[in-house]
């Protein structure tokens, strides 16, 4: 919680309790289009199209992960959080390319207000499931992605 008050975190974990919220769309959260390539919270990937990057803060399982999904669900992803690996899970078994990884290591890079993307990230895991907290200090180089990590 280094760059996050206790409060900001206890009020954000009771708002989402109160509002029995599933998962949050972060690319709707962080996006900022006069850096990034988003249009309405969306971040476009080459050969893809427009996704969402979102943690299912209701979903359950132990292994800290975030979805990329696509619009019209034609592309389901799930990258860990803590490695740099696919969690395929369910329906979340598509994989990026070389060029799709660089976007998403880049957009993940960026900073908001002395946060980076990846940083909140793990701020809304380790609030939505407090027995499984991420306590890296770094984000993984998602550029070199290409093994699944399995249950």
Known sequence: MNKFSKSAHEAFQKFIEEKNIDSI???AIFTDDTVLENTAGMLSFPKIGKC?????VKEGGSIPHFHIISLQNKFLCAVCLHVNKYFK???YTDELNSSQRVV???YLRTQKNGVTVWEYMVYIWNISYNNMNVE????PDYTSMKES???
Do not use: A, N, V, Y
């Open 25 to 27: 769309d972060i690319t």
């Open 52 to 56: 969402k990057l979102e943690i299912r």
């Open 89 to 91: 899970h369910g329906p």
């Open 104 to 106: 998403l290591d880049d």
């Open 136 to 139: 890296i200090d770094e984000q």
């Open 149 to 151: 990590l399995h249950k």
